[in-house]
């Protein structure tokens, strides 16, 4: 395996967490802290999640076409 297809089933690992911290959220739990509202933490947790699946799945597809 060479190091781009290492790294590419790296990010695939990355993204399955990710995917599982998500379908955590959405099944209605929350990150609790003491001292910020749970809700738009969870919010931000989420929205920032998607971002970093979205850019690990457009890596994934550049790396996985080279030439």
Known sequence: ?????????DWI???ATLKRQLKH???GN???L???????LTEDA???LHRCVTE???LIAHYS???
């Open 34 to 40: 003491t001292d910020q509202v749970s809700g738009r």
């Open 30 to 32: 929350t990150i609790a």
């Open 56 to 58: 690990i799945e457009v």
């Open 1 to 9: 395996m060479d190091s781009i297809d290492q790294l590419i089933a």
């Open 65 to 67: 076409t080279r030439g």
């Open 13 to 15: 690992q990355v993204r």
């Open 25 to 27: 959220f959405a099944e």
């Open 46 to 48: 989420t929205e920032r």
